[in-house]
């Protein structure tokens, strides 16, 4: 029996380890796909002679690093964007089933991201106000106790000013996100059943800095930090902040917004883009020109996050979304464990790991060494 047993496990992990290296081969080949529809469908990306010298020494580094990978399709990508010649791009089909799981245990990262616990880890201070946490059809306060249906929507229906009501889990991209008054959530949450299953947290929104409020008053303008652990510190591999269009108070590129280049003394890029890489000098509706602009108090942003890095032993990158308080004081938003964005970042600055790339590269062959069936 101990030997049947045996055999029976052993090929359960065999067929585990393939299922995984598929969804991975599946992924890959995916993205590869998305790219290449996405260059034949812009004239802007058309491959001229000029432009093979570079592809092949990006061709070279993917082969030589990445097990023979040879697509540049995301390096012309960015070159044609940019104009910033580096083979180091890190594309996406390599990046999202190969890199990011290496580095970071990304199957724990569910559980981190959870925003009904993220008063686990950082001060509420830091945080926009919690009014209630619902999970699975129970209430609480943001002491964590139980607190009865009628008196919550009680106590909602009476909060001053706009209320943010978000999936505790996944709901990057803006994903199910209702902005709305007290009054309209707290009829919301009465009526529609469906608040009853799942996880959802309720906050109040963040009134943010005036300087941050005046190219799109009706969004709260963020910033998103990409940090790495490089040996014994923690460093910002790139930062960009994110601005909204229109009537939409979402800020996110996938709802129309725009996304600047963060410099490190917290100046903006003289231009924004959007998620086609249209240009913009100017806010398309408030007419606020982006240059000369810098984020208020950007030095605590970055000690923030840095700071607070140090503490997740498991993810050796993250990304942060962090909005500016009326007082000038940085208020954490959420945080990226896995499936992280690395277009927005390589549009703007060029590779992603920049001068600690092949410390990366190293890391990732280190762990990929180590289970080379670990996703």
């Not at 309720?202 to 943010?208: C, F, I, S, Y």
């Not at 800020?251 to 249209?278: H, M, R």
């Amino acid at each position: 029996m101990s030997i049947r047993r045996n055999i029976k496990q052993l090929l359960k992990t065999k067929y585990q380890h393939f299922y995984e290296l598929q969804k991975v081969k599946i992924d890959l080949i995916r993205r590869q796909r998305q790219q290449r529809k996405r260059l034949k469908s812009d004239s802007r990306y058309k491959k001229t002679p000029e432009d093979q010298d570079f592809l092949n020494e990006s061709k070279q580094f993917l082969m030589k690093h990445f097990s023979g990978f040879k697509n540049t399709d995301w390096h012309l990508f960015y070159y044609k964007i940019n104009k910033i010649a580096k083979p180091e791009y890190i594309p996406e089909a390599l990046y999202f089933p190969i890199i990011e799981p290496h580095l970071n245990k990304t199957k724990l990262s569910p559980a981190y991201c959870d925003k009904l616990s993220y008063d686990l880890y950082f001060n509420k201070t830091d945080m926009p106000k919690t009014i209630f946490k619902l999970l699975d059809g129970y209430i609480f306060d943001d002491e964590n106790n139980l607190v009865n249906e009628t008196e919550a929507l009680q106590k909602i229906a009476s909060t001053p000013g706009s209320l943010v009501l978000k999936p505790a889990i996944l709901s990057g991209g803006g994903r199910n996100i209702i902005i709305d008054t007290a009054e309209n959530i707290a009829s919301l949450l009465k009526n529609n059943k469906s608040y009853k299953s799942g996880s959802y947290i309720l906050q109040e929104k963040v009134v943010q800095h005036e300087l941050m409020a005046k190219f799109n008053p009706k969004s709260v303008n963020t910033c998103r930090l990409m940090t790495a652990k490089v040996d014994s510190e923690v460093v910002v591999l790139g930062a960009y902040m994110r601005i909204g269009r229109g009537n939409s108070q979402i800020d996110n590129a996938s709802y129309n917004g725009l996304y600047c280049n963060i410099e490190q003394d917290g100046t903006i890029s003289n231009f924004a883009l959007d998620k086609y890489v249209n240009y913009y000098s100017e806010h398309p509706e408030s007419g606020v020109k982006f240059s000369g602009f810098s984020i208020p108090n950007y030095n605590q942003v970055v000690d923030f996050c840095v700071s607070n890095h140090q503490r997740f032993l498991r993810f050796t990158l993250i990304s942060w979304d962090i909005a500016i308080k009326k007082d000038g004081n940085p208020v954490f938003i959420e945080f990226n464990l896995s499936r992280q964005s690395i277009v927005g970042q390589q549009i703007m600055y060029g590779p992603l790991f920049g001068k600690h790339t092949m410390y990366f590269i190293n890391r990732y062959k280190e762990e990929k060494s180590k289970d080379p069936y670990y996703f």
